[in-house]
């Protein structure tokens, strides 16, 4: 089951999706909310098992902290350099969510350690900031931005996902369950366009 517990929340934060099963997974922590009432309230005394991060920018990183104390949860992400990430995830390693097994591409464009989280097997596919709903696509005029690194990044992704793509959960806005590969196309045309 995959929850996005920022859904609601009107301060500035990203999504932040609740992946549970056999390893209960945290991805991205959201900021300028109370993230470990609801974690509490969905979780319990179990916990989560790990936060994985999409990308280190603050409104994805700034509940990390707070989760980190109240669940004893290791912070995994691209580059271990950065504060928020305690553990790497490589470029096309396995990792697992719930009770998936993820593939983790390496998308920067909107910033250099950005991961997004594909699954075959459950059809679902975890994109960060690299693309939305409507063929949105993550912004490039922050530091660390390049639209043809971003135009590259979503071009990966899109010849890794077909139109099986069942799910896609997105850093910001409504997650795309209805023919979301068609989303992931007009991204890659509308970031062509500028």
């Known amino acids: 089951m995959i929850q996005n517990l920022a859904g609601g929340v009107s301060a500035f934060t990203s999504n932040a999706f609740l992946v549970e099963g056999d390893r209960t997974v945290l991805v991205d922590t959201g900021a300028n909310f109370d993230l470990v009432s609801e974690l509490?309230?969905?979780?319990?005394?179990d916990g989560i098992d790990a936060v994985v991060l999409t990308h280190t920018h603050p409104d994805h990183v700034g509940n990390v902290d707070a989760v980190r104390e109240a669940f004893d949860a290791e912070t995994w992400g691209f580059d271990p350099e950065q504060p928020a990430v305690d553990r790497a995830i490589e470029d096309?390693?396995?990792v697992r969510l719930g009770d998936g097994e993820y593939v983790a591409l390496h998308t920067?464009?909107?910033?250099n350690?950005?991961?997004?989280?594909y699954s075959e097997d459950a059809g679902t596919l975890f994109a960060g900031d690299l693309v939305f709903q409507n063929g949105g696509f993550g912004r490039t005029d922050l530091p660390e931005g390049d639209r043809e690194l971003l135009i590259r990044s979503i071009d990966r992704v899109?010849?890794?996902?077909?139109?099986?793509?069942?799910?896609?959960?997105v850093g910001h806005g409504p997650s795309v369950l209805e023919r979301p590969y068609d989303h992931v196309e007009m991204a890659a045309r509308a970031a062509r366009l500028g």
């Open 40 to 45: 509490r309230d969905r979780v319990g005394d």
């Open 92 to 94: 096309e390693s396995t």
């Open 108 to 111: 920067p464009g909107h910033k």
């Open 113 to 117: 350690d950005h991961l997004c989280f």
């Open 158 to 169: 899109r010849s890794v996902v077909d139109d099986s793509l069942a799910a896609m959960h």
